[in-house]
């Protein structure tokens, strides 16, 4: 076969207005799981992900402990589980990545499946850095004492001023391993040992891809399981700790009010949404690889409630620790603050109200300070003596990679046996990066594959080539400026692309394939038919939910210029910037250029079915068409009017013995 996809689908095309032919020219050496388990794993693997372990637990900090979880777990119903189980259900029936998934459903909207491809590469691009950042953290956690654990000896007053006034934590993050630029504007040249992790990063994902699913779905045993090892260790090591309790109670604390708040309810939808993984079309590619009988309702099911629990399992460790780490700071903080009063009073400093004793728990002091009254709170003020309360230390960088990098990274100095605790977290979190990083090389690759034969017929070496492309791209990110572009393609490259993506794929399946005719091809595929209920979540619910957090996204976005955080290292501490116009145009390009595929596809489209309308009546006129050939017409044709099909033909594929 010499043709690409392409080629085939606008020769079919010429016959009528959808593609009525399979893409799939040779479904029995179409590659399969080597079980059920790599299967699942490499679902769970691919969406569970860094996101559980830092923004998760942030978000649910942020928005009323328990209350958010409810949330959650709502929206995780009504949103995250019908779209889930839609794409689970396209890739499984069809045997296609993304863009066969969606030629089939129409050729109008195979776009859809090119902008789900242009979106993975984005994220691809970008989340490999944050594979290399562990890595470059791994390789120092081998030290004892561990190189953020105190400020290293300054070369001059600004450096120890940096260190001192934030700490040693943040000064390894900012100056060392990233040795980051006070702005966007200012490239700054190269950070070589960045350079080498994400190059080490990138031939770890190409060894892993070398050979498809059958290398992936090996690597995937131990890159999806072990990270549950090290929370759980983490779990009961963090429990053991004093102040650990306090964290969790903050963390479970419900604070109902706070679903009255439109922005919580958005990014709590959000959360879920890329929590699964939704229009990546890695969901679609792993499905795709599976027995056509397989259960995937229940695959559904079981992924989306591990993810769920993993991002509570996560968020207890993490405010377990925090929860420790913010204990021993206010201790701390009191012991200073008590030897201060006392010299204070010793030096007929008098209060009205006496300091209490100094052995006291931060709860007893907080409660003196607290009834103190204004007038000598405000003298304590001026002399640097505050309250030191647990509450105010767990609030402070909590999100993002400031939750990894800093003060995650801050509490294990803490631990006995801190390179030990070290070592674990950032293996964790390099293999929970390598499993979603895999799925997302996966939704970039197989909807390829399958599309041009060209490719398919040189998988090894379009696999190497695409992973040393992602390496020379991501070289952006490994600038002194680097972290910056990493936060603007985490903020814009991939959500309103992302929302567009899933809110056209729930519109293709509900209103112009017919939900009700998608669960008909489930149930002749599955033997029974799955509940009627997602009929009406994918028709309105799901897809309404949609619409509304694009157009909130959209109004946040229109609403205030986009801005970042940079690291202002006179001041030693973050500052909020706006992007210059360069990279305000660049952000732009970004949204637009993921999302531009789903129109330029759907035109080109119109414009291959008005040329095969005229070509056709032109061939009319000009021969009589034999009757063998108008009766094949009559037969196939989807412009017969009596004709049912919508341009969605399912693949007619042999059962496979060796899943």
């Not at 993975?120 to 030290?143: D, E, M, P, R, T």
């Not at 229940?298 to 991002?311: E, R």
């Not at 103190?372 to 309250?387: A, F, M, P, Q, V």
């Not at 531009?596 to 009589?624: D, N, T, W, Y």
Request: net charge negative.
């Amino acid at each position: 076969m010499e043709k690409s996809k392409a080629d085939l689908e606008s020769a079919a095309n010429h016959q009528g207005e959808f593609n009525e032919e399979p893409l799939l020219d040779e479904p029995d050496v179409r590659p399969a799981w080597g079980s059920k388990v790599q299967y699942i794993l490499a679902q769970v693997g691919f969406s569970v992900g860094l996101g559980n372990v830092w923004r998760f637990p942030y978000l649910c900090h942020q928005n009323g402990g328990g209350a958010f979880l409810l949330l959650y777990f709502l929206l995780l119903i009504v949103i995250g589980i019908p779209l889930f189980f839609l794409e689970l259900a396209a890739g499984q029936v069809i045997r296609q990545g993304s863009i066969g998934v969606w030629k089939h459903i129409s050729p109008r909207l195979v776009g859809v499946g090119f902008a789900s491809c242009v979106v993975c590469s984005f994220v691809a691009l970008y989340y490999n850095v944050i594979i290399a950042w562990s890595l470059y953290y791994l390789g120092n956690s081998f030290q004892l004492p561990l190189p953020w654990e105190s400020c290293p000896e300054a070369s001059n007053q600004t450096e120890d001023m940096e260190c001192s006034q934030s700490s040693p934590t943040t000064y390894f993050w900012y100056r060392d391993a990233l040795n980051v630029t006070d702005s966007i504007e200012e490239s700054g040249g190269f950070n070589p040992a960045l350079v080498g992790c994400l190059f080490a990063a990138w031939a770890m994902v190409c060894l892993a891809m070398i050979k498809g699913i059958k290398s992936s779905g090996k690597v995937l045993y131990f890159s999806s399981l072990f990270p549950y090892v090290v929370l759980f260790c983490f779990l009961v090591r963090a429990l053991l700790l004093e102040g650990a309790m306090d964290g969790i109670t903050i963390m479970f604390t419900p604070k109902l009010s706070i679903w009255g708040d439109m922005q919580v309810w958005r990014q709590a939808a959000t959360q879920v949404f890329f929590a699964l993984g939704l229009g990546f079309g890695t969901i679609i590619a792993y499905s795709s690889y599976n027995q056509r009988d397989n259960n995937c309702h229940i695959d559904g099911l079981l992924v989306s409630m591990v993810n769920f629990f993993t991002s509570v399992l996560a968020s207890l460790v993490v405010f377990a620790v925090l929860g420790f780490r913010a204990n021993m700071i206010a201790q701390a903080c009191v012991e200073s603050n008590l030897d201060h009063l006392h010299r204070l009073q010793l030096g007929d400093f008098l209060l009205h109200e006496p300091p209490p004793a100094r052995n006291v728990s931060t709860a007893q002091y907080s409660a003196w300070y607290q009834g103190l009254s204004n007038e000598t709170e405000k003298r304590l003020l001026e002399l640097g003596i505050g309250d030191c309360r647990v509450e105010d230390e767990m609030n402070k960088g909590v999100e993002g990679t400031g939750l990894a990098f800093i003060t995650f990274t801050e509490a294990m100095t803490l631990f006995p046996l801190a390179p030990f605790w070290s070592v674990l977290f950032f293996f964790m979190l390099l293999n929970l990066g390598l499993s979603t990083m895999l799925g997302n090389m996966q939704g970039i690759i197989t909807p390829l594959m399958d599309n041009f034969q060209t490719l398919n017929r040189r998988r090894t070496l379009f696999t190497v080539l695409c992973c040393v492309v992602g390496f020379l791209l991501g070289l952006l990110f490994v600038q002194r400026s680097g972290s910056y572009f990493v936060a603007m393609f985490d903020d814009y490259s991939a959500t309103l692309p992302l929302l567009i993506v899933v809110a056209g794929e729930a519109f293709a399946v509900a209103w112009i394939y017919g939900a009700d005719k998608f669960l008909d091809d489930i149930e002749a595929m599955l033997g029974w038919r799955p509940w009627r209920i997602y009929s009406y979540m994918w028709r309105f619910v799901s897809l309404a939910s949609m619409v509304c957090l694009l157009l909130a996204s959209l109004v946040r976005m229109s609403l205030s210029r986009p801005t970042y955080q940079a690291w202002n290292k006179q001041e030693a501490d973050k500052q909020q910037l706006e992007y210059p116009p360069w990279a305000l145009g660049l952000l732009i390009g970004l949204i637009v250029l993921a999302a531009l595929p789903i129109p330029i596809m759907f035109v080109r489209q119109l414009l291959i079915e008005r040329l095969a309308r005229r070509g056709g009546r032109s061939s009319l006129a000009v021969a009589p068409v034999p009757p063998e050939e108008e009766d094949e017409e009559e037969r196939e044709s989807p412009a017969d009017p009596d004709h049912q099909s919508n341009g969605y033909l399912l693949v007619q594929t042999e059962d496979r013995q060796d899943f």
